[in-house]
């Protein structure tokens, strides 16, 4: 899945969608550190409250918001693992309602054998029926949007911590006095969703059920043995760590002092990738391997780049030799310098403005610039050296 996929998906969440059909809403409340059920109870989505509804929604969006590899990970299942995760899904795409709950619980014992919380959790499943149309709305003929759609059934999944409530001060209107008020109902944080997933993922308007859209508590930090044990999915590697070594491979190649025009002309190349695949509208986001490297390091002007040599770099840091480097990975989308004097943020493409050298014995930073600085409504002088 792109993000633009993502997107599409994340935004039928709302009431009353014919493009968003979710029929069955089931909730599993678990006890901290013991990992028993507590409560479970099934219903049809849409006899739930209106507000209540509402506040799922906003749930449902928030496993589906964030940056891919970063927050989401399209993940593969692994194979030959016996009734994997993707099975019971799958299986519970197809079931009848009771059927499909044993399923869930399935999930959900392999969710808690392999951690326990020291808050309770509510583990929340819905299974629908995502609808796209095949063709956009003609305003002419009125022919196309929902006249004819792409239909595909679906399983979420979004586990939630509960939070006790906080002792408060309240005003009784009735009798004129102010008490304390406590509440010991828990409240179920839906803001912050500690994991979920989407079963299938999507790319434009067809399912992939070897595939599994995986969201992380928090950024760059995967829940490895979630991914592993509980999603039976194979190993991944995050957007930072992809950068990491990326860098790695440019410091073994080009070494540790390089001109800023150099690393400006990498990441211009690089980023040139990333827009003409947005603007063809690819579904696989442009990748690079060695031969790239290689290829994008001497086009930016670094000196007598042997393959031989970037070849052995990229082994010396990547373990698997058939590894990709996503190209929107490993462009940052701004580079903070950090001095004793000032702390300074630049886009990438912009460090071939800025260099260091030497006057008067002393280090200095030189930022080029076209306008007149001004500080405090005060123009700076400028000085010819």
């Given at each position: ?96 309602s ?22 309770d ?5 819905i ?24 239909a595909?059934g ?9 939070d ?12 004129k006095?102010?008490k ?22 999507f ?23 979630f ?25 073994e ?27 063809s ?10 031969r ?44 903070k ?16 403005y ?32």
């Amino acid at each position: 899945m792109n993000k633009k996929d993502i997107a599409n998906i994340r935004k039928e969440f709302k009431l009353d969608n014919y493009r968003m059909n979710i029929r069955e809403i089931f909730n599993v409340y678990v006890k901290k550190e013991s990992g028993e059920i507590y409560h479970q109870v099934s219903r049809p989505f849409q006899l739930l409250e209106q507000e209540t509804q509402e506040l799922f929604l906003a749930n449902f969006k928030k496993v589906l918001t964030g940056h891919l590899d970063a927050k989401l990970f399209e993940l593969k299942f692994s194979r030959e693992v016996d009734y994997s995760t993707q099975t019971i899904l799958f299986e519970g795409l197809q079931a009848d309602s009771q059927v499909w709950q044993d399923h869930m619980l399935d999930v959900v014992g392999k969710i808690f054998a392999h951690k326990m919380y020291e808050f309770d959790t509510v583990v929340t499943f819905i299974r629908g029926e995502y609808r796209k149309p095949t063709k956009k709305r003609d305003m002419e003929s009125e022919e196309g949007g929902d006249d004819a759609v792409y239909a595909n059934g679906f399983i979420l999944c979004s586990l939630n911590k509960t939070d006790l409530p906080k002792k408060a001060l309240q005003f009784d209107y009735i009798e004129k006095e102010f008490k304390s008020y406590h509440v010991v109902d828990p409240i179920i944080n839906l803001d912050s969703p500690l994991s979920g997933f989407l079963f299938p993922t999507f790319s434009d308007h067809a399912a992939d059920v070897n595939h599994i859209l995986y969201c992380a508590g928090k950024v760059n930090q995967p829940d490895y043995t979630f991914i592993e044990k509980v999603l039976d999915c194979e190993d991944i590697i995050t957007a930072q760590e992809d950068k990491a070594c990326f860098d790695l491979i440019l410091k073994e190649v080009v070494g540790d002092e390089v001109d800023s025009k150099v690393i400006s002309n990498v990441y211009e190349e690089i980023d040139k990738l990333v827009q003409e695949s947005q603007e063809s509208e690819e579904t696989e986001p442009p990748t690079l391997d060695h031969r790239d490297i290689e290829r994008i390091l001497t086009v930016s002007g670094v000196e007598n780049v042997e393959p031989a040599k970037v070849e052995h770099a990229f082994k010396s840091v990547v373990a698997d030799e058939k590894h990709e480097f996503k190209a929107m990975n490993v462009v940052p989308k701004t580079i903070k310098i950090e001095t004793r004097v000032a702390d300074i943020t630049i886009d990438p493409k912009d460090l071939k403005y800025l260099k260091t050298i030497t006057f008067n014995g002393k280090r200095c930073l030189l930022l080029e610039v076209d306008e007149d600085v001004v500080v405090e409504g005060f123009k700076l002088e400028s000085e010819t050296l």
